[in-house]
């Protein structure tokens, strides 16, 4: 798999989609030697269920875990290190890690409870829990989601569970962006196995997740990052961490030369989560007939932006969505299903960042 790789899979299945990833990217072969320490690493921000937006869903980990057994891998450990308002045992339980763990004899570390010591981090001293400096690959296991400080956290704020709290007090006193982009060039990004399932729209804790119903794969963390920004919304210069990784030389932002691996098609399918009440409210504006999860997914974020910009109110032609547009007319809709309509964006699915510049534009 190269740096500019962008794997990406649709399903329910979240346990055989995660497989299939690690297969794509060839992670078994890069990691050679199955005497290695190899690390799982989630994002247990809370002691929550995953289906609540805010943690890692179990069936990727399974999935992850199972991956490396079949490869002959046994020295494999899941490690997470809760924000400091929270138990990591208790988001072990609460995640639904420890039945996984002890079905594929996979230890579970709790990297609050774990020594640290300091490193140069580019010319910035920060702290790193020992078990996780000590590992030879490590697989960064974020949730595509928002955040109420950083508008977005995927791979490169995960690192954090993997230094102290008292580390963590400190990332917030400078302010997050600078330390988060120095962090990352001491942190391993062996590799990048995103949650796309359901992430929240804007809170790191949870609550009002969208459902996404996808498995992504990224060897750069900045480019993974980038390509969140794209999917939620936002402009990379909405995330001030991003260009800072980049210029450390974590990575690139550079997501339009892109190299796209798509392993299936999204297709339509009835969620088998909730809309919460705020979804709901965004749902109003769309008339979705037979939408895949992606597409929807991805104008929920769309009308969420618009409706922090202002420009929801008094909207009352809906965008319509969905296969079932296939062939049809009408006013305004977004993908490549309602192209015969008067205004139309294409995609498939067309990104969350371009729905909202042509809806913005439309509708005005």
């Known amino acids: 798999?190269?740096?500019?790789?962008?794997?990406?899979?649709?399903?329910?299945d979240y346990k055989e989609m995660a497989k299939?990833?690690?297969?794509?990217?060839?992670?078994?072969?890069?990691?050679?030697?199955?005497?290695?320490?190899?690390?799982?690493?989630?994002?247990?921000?809370v002691a929550k269920d995953p289906s609540s937006g805010a943690t890692t869903h179990r069936e990727l980990l399974e999935g992850t875990l199972e991956y490396l057994r079949d490869h002959g891998f046994e020295n494999v450990a899941i490690m997470e290190g809760s924000w400091v308002g929270d138990n990591t045992q208790s988001a072990f339980?609460?995640?639904?890690?420890?039945?996984?763990?002890?079905?594929?004899?996979?230890?579970?570390?709790?990297l609050q409870r774990d020594s640290f010591h300091p490193h140069d981090a580019r010319g910035m001293e920060i702290c790193l829990c020992d078990r996780a400096a000590e590992v030879d690959y490590m697989i960064n296991m974020p949730v595509l989601?928002?955040?109420?400080?950083?508008?977005?956290?995927?791979?490169?704020k995960n690192n954090k569970g993997v230094i102290p709290n008292k580390e963590k007090r400190r990332f917030h006193?400078?302010?997050?962006?600078?330390?988060?982009?120095?962090?990352?060039?001491?942190a391993r990004n062996d590799f990048i196995l995103v949650d796309n399932i359901c992430g929240d729209l804007d809170f790191e804790e949870g609550g009002n997740p969208v459902v996404m119903n996808r498995v992504l794969g990224f060897k750069d963390p900045v480019l993974c990052d980038s390509y969140v920004c794209d999917c939620m919304g936002y402009s990379v210069d909405d995330v001030p961490y991003i260009r800072m990784a980049e210029r450390l030389g974590v990575g690139s932002t550079d997501t339009e030369h892109a190299?796209?691996?798509?392993?299936?098609?999204?297709?339509?399918g009835k969620s088998r989560f909730r809309m919460t009440h705020r979804v709901q409210g965004l749902a109003k504006y769309t008339d979705a007939k037979d939408a895949c999860s992606a597409c929807y997914g991805s104008l929920i974020y769309a009308l969420d932006r618009l409706n922090?910009?202002?420009?929801?109110?008094?909207?009352?032609?809906?965008?319509?969505?969905?296969?079932?547009?296939?062939?049809?007319?009408?006013?305004?809709?977004?993908?490549?299903?309602?192209?015969?309509?008067?205004?139309?964006?294409k995609g498939c699915p067309p990104k969350a960042i371009d729905m909202v510049r042509f809806l913005e534009e439309e509708w005005s």
Do not use: W
Request: proline share 2%.
């Open 145 to 156: 989601k928002g955040h109420c400080q950083t508008t977005v956290t995927c791979a490169l």
């Open 308 to 345: 922090d910009m202002g420009e929801l109110r008094g909207k009352k032609t809906p965008v319509c969505i969905g296969q079932g547009y296939k062939g049809q007319t009408g006013e305004i809709g977004v993908g490549q299903c309602t192209c015969g309509f008067k205004k139309s964006l």
């Open 259 to 268: 190299n796209f691996i798509y392993l299936n098609e999204d297709k339509a």
């Open 173 to 186: 006193t400078m302010g997050l962006h600078k330390p988060i982009a120095h962090l990352n060039t001491i």
């Open 1 to 12: 798999m190269e740096k500019n790789d962008i794997i990406i899979i649709h399903g329910t």
């Open 93 to 110: 339980s609460a995640a639904g890690y420890r039945e996984i763990a002890k079905k594929y004899g996979a230890e579970l570390v709790d």
């Open 20 to 45: 299939k990833v690690l297969e794509q990217a060839g992670v078994a072969e890069e990691i050679g030697d199955r005497k290695k320490k190899v690390a799982l690493k989630p994002n247990l921000v």
